[in-house]
């Protein structure tokens, strides 16, 4: 079932009255206080905060690598993880590092061969099958995991600043390439930046963050025609509103 956007009514990421803290000498660190939200199926939603206001974490406990303290949360289907670093095995091809994907969902080897192909050929990486990763550019690299990621036969991506390290223009490109496959895939993404032109230019919704503890504290609905340029007047409006209320939570923080 759909609604009149398009999108499924079925939440495929949902978070409610999430609580995690974590040991910091003799007293508790809270991360997360509370933290309710809703991705439906379909969705790209984008999440902006300041550094330390638990964007990672939600999506450490999102994908089991942390517990919560109290709450729940929950992705509902197949689910991969983008970090800020490829983070690719050195003595791998790129060919090699996808098929290592399949290989953990115990696909047949003579499968894995041409699988791993035709997702590196979606990411626009033929004839580097072969290649290691030293040999492959920051933006390559980026592109072999986000095939690894899709080797994992996803419903949902959960991505972590996946591009922060990139410079502009190879950044530009992959939010292209990264549009291209969820629109032609029809993926759930939940995507945690700390770049409001760059949330803006990829989202549906923003939800922005709270500094420590984290909450959401406003989400801001995108009605922006696809494409979108980061250049756009109508994108830098909405992208400063975010950058205001950005630094409206860090005054509240420090004040």
Same mark, same amino acid.
């Given at each position: 079932?759909?609604?009149?956007?398009?999108?499924?009514?079925?939440?495929?990421?949902?978070? %409610?009255?999430?609580?995690?803290?974590?040991?910091?000498?003799?007293?508790?660190?809270?991360?997360?206080? %509370? *933290?309710?939200?809703?991705?439906?199926?379909?969705?790209?939603?984008?999440?902006?905060?300041?550094?330390?206001?638990?964007?990672?974490?939600?999506?450490?406990?999102?994908?089991? =690598?942390?517990?919560?303290?109290?709450?729940?949360?929950?992705?509902?289907?197949?689910?991969?993880?983008?970090?800020?670093?490829?983070?690719?095995?050195?003595?791998?091809?790129?060919?090699?590092?996808?098929?290592?994907?399949?290989?953990?969902?115990?696909?047949?080897?003579?499968?894995?061969?041409?699988?791993?192909? %035709?997702?590196?050929?979606?990411?626009?990486?033929?004839?580097?099958? @072969?290649?290691?990763?030293?040999?492959?550019?920051?933006?390559? @690299?980026?592109?072999?995991?986000?095939?690894?990621? =899709?080797?994992?036969?996803?419903?949902?991506?959960?991505?972590?600043?996946?591009?922060?390290?990139?410079?502009?223009? #190879?950044?530009? =490109?992959?939010?292209?390439?990264?549009?291209?496959?969820?629109?032609? @895939?029809?993926? #759930? !993404?939940?995507? *945690? #930046?700390?770049?409001?032109? %760059?949330?803006?230019?990829?989202?549906?919704?923003?939800?922005?963050?709270?500094?420590?503890?984290?909450?959401?504290?406003?989400? !801001?609905?995108?009605? =922006?025609?696809?494409?979108?340029?980061?250049?756009?007047?109508?994108?830098?409006?909405?992208?400063?509103?975010?950058?205001?209320?950005? @630094?409206?939570?860090?005054?509240?923080?420090?004040?």
């Amino acid at each position: 079932m759909t609604n009149e956007a398009g999108l499924s009514d079925e939440h495929s990421v949902s978070v %409610e009255r999430l609580t995690k803290t974590f040991p910091h000498g003799d007293r508790m660190l809270v991360a997360l206080q %509370e *933290v309710t939200l809703e991705v439906q199926a379909g969705e790209f939603v984008c999440v902006v905060g300041a550094s330390g206001s638990g964007k990672s974490t939600l999506l450490n406990v999102l994908a089991g =690598l942390e517990g919560a303290t109290a709450g729940q949360a929950h992705v509902h289907g197949r689910m991969a993880l983008m970090f800020q670093e490829p983070a690719l095995l050195p003595w791998l091809t790129a060919a090699e590092n996808v098929e290592l994907a399949l290989e953990l969902r115990h696909v047949r080897r003579a499968e894995r061969k041409a699988t791993a192909q %035709e997702l590196l050929e979606l990411v626009h990486l033929h004839g580097f099958e @072969k290649r290691r990763p030293h040999e492959l550019s920051g933006g390559m @690299k980026h592109r072999v995991a986000l095939a690894r990621a =899709l080797a994992q036969d996803a419903d949902v991506l959960l991505m972590d600043e996946p591009f922060a390290a990139l410079d502009a223009i #190879t950044r530009d =490109l992959l939010h292209e390439e990264l549009l291209r496959l969820w629109s032609s @895939k029809g993926l #759930t !993404i939940l995507f *945690v #930046t700390h770049n409001a032109r %760059e949330a803006v230019r990829l989202g549906d919704r923003v939800l922005v963050f709270t500094s420590r503890p984290g909450r959401v504290a406003h989400e !801001i609905r995108v009605d =922006l025609a696809r494409p979108r340029s980061l250049d756009s007047p109508e994108l830098a409006v909405i992208a400063g509103r975010i950058t205001e209320r950005l @630094k409206q939570e860090t005054r509240l923080r420090v004040g």
